[in-house]
């Protein structure tokens, strides 16, 4: 239903559609297994380093049928600016290229929640004169807030962002 809404949309050229990265774009499932379904940080921070995570195939699908339609994607994720390079790498291994730009978390925004980053980044773009058409992500917390457009909520039964 809200990925028939989005197909919908009439196309502008600052038309962008939001996508998340964790959970969303990639698959962490088998990292999640190696730290027991808990947190370690030095495995976390290993899986990222080693590019570990897998593209999710239906995530890629919906990309690839927004980018040819003529849309722009943006990344925006939680995950912190040290590990820009990591990420970018990661996504554009498990073949997510074309993309407009990946907006990681920078140490001053740090102390925002994620809703409260993930709005801030959609207002700044917002009045940088992109229309956010759309965001997609697993947590209400990509999602919830200003200038999301269609929100596309995928399923995530590992773990909960507040
Ligand atoms: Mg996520």
């Given at each position: 239903m809200q990925k028939k809404n989005l197909i919908k949309l009439r196309l502008r050229n600052n038309s962008v559609v939001i996508f998340d990265v964790d959970?969303?774009?990639?698959?962490n499932y088998g990292l999640a297994k190696q730290m027991d379904f808990g947190y370690v940080y030095d495995l976390n921070k290993k899986w990222n380093e080693e590019l570990k995570a897998p593209a999710i195939k239906e995530t890629q699908d919906l990309y690839f049928y927004l980018l040819n339609k003529g849309f722009k994607i943006i990344f925006l994720t939680g995950r912190n600016s040290s590990e820009y390079d990591v990420t970018y790498k990661n996504l554009i291994q498990e073949g997510?290229?074309?993309?407009?730009t990946l907006i990681t978390q920078s140490k001053e925004n740090q102390k925002l929640k994620a809703q409260e980053f993930k709005s801030k980044v959609r207002t700044e773009l917002t009045t940088q004169g992109y229309e956010i058409v759309g965001t997609v992500g697993d947590q209400w917390t990509d999602l919830n807030?200003?200038?999301?457009?269609i929100q596309i909520k995928l399923p995530n039964y590992l773990y909960e962002i507040k």
């Open positions: 959970e969303t774009a990639l698959n997510y290229s074309g993309f407009d807030g200003p200038y999301s457009g």
